[in-house]
């Protein structure tokens, strides 16, 4: 999730310290997922992880028919990702981070205002969905997955990325560790 409502309004003609209403919050987002996913009818554990900048519980369970809704703040966002079926979220950095985990990850932004801010649609790796439909036949889509095609999602490579950026990375942290020795 995002703190979208503290950062620009919750309405049309309303602003936040980050900028002018983009179309939508974190809690019509909610919503409207919470009702496309009921439209699905079949069991659904639909877990929120809500950004560490929002103010509020850290944990809270709750039924609304078949889906069981999960709030939740502190978590391991990696295994979070990791294990989740599909993952949705509105521009986070966190559906870049699903892609790369191989995940099935798609950007929900419905009557975005402005210009696309979601790095990992305008580097084109996932569909931004705008509307309910839409979102309802990616799921459909998405959750019908087999186990068998499940086991062939895997960590992905980007051209953007750097093919050595691991071996860059673990250079860079042996390095670190020398240096403070």
Not at 61 to 69: A, D, E, M, N
Not at 129 to 136: D, H, M, N, R
């Amino acid at each position: 999730s995002e703190t979208h409502t503290s950062d620009y309004g919750s309405a049309s003609g309303k602003r936040g310290p980050l900028g002018s209403f983009i179309g939508y919050t974190e809690h019509s987002v909610r919503n409207e997922v919470i009702t496309v996913l009921k439209r699905l009818n079949r069991q659904i554990v639909f877990i929120e992880k809500l950004h560490p900048g929002a103010k509020g519980l850290d944990f809270q369970v709750s039924k609304q028919g078949k889906i069981t809704l999960i709030r939740i703040k502190q978590t391991d966002l990696w295994k979070l990702l990791y294990y989740s079926d599909v993952v949705l979220g509105m521009r986070s950095m966190a559906l870049l981070e699903s892609c790369i985990l191989g995940r099935p990850t798609v950007s929900y932004q419905p009557g975005l205002i402005g210009p696309q801010l979601c790095t990992a649609v305008r580097l084109g790796i996932i569909s931004c969905l705008s509307q309910s439909s839409k979102l309802e036949d990616w799921l459909r889509q998405k959750m019908n997955i087999t186990i068998v095609e499940k086991e062939k999602l895997s960590v992905k490579r980007y051209p953007f990325a750097a093919s050595d950026a691991v071996e860059r990375i673990a250079k860079l942290a042996i390095e670190g560790m020398v240096s403070s020795n």
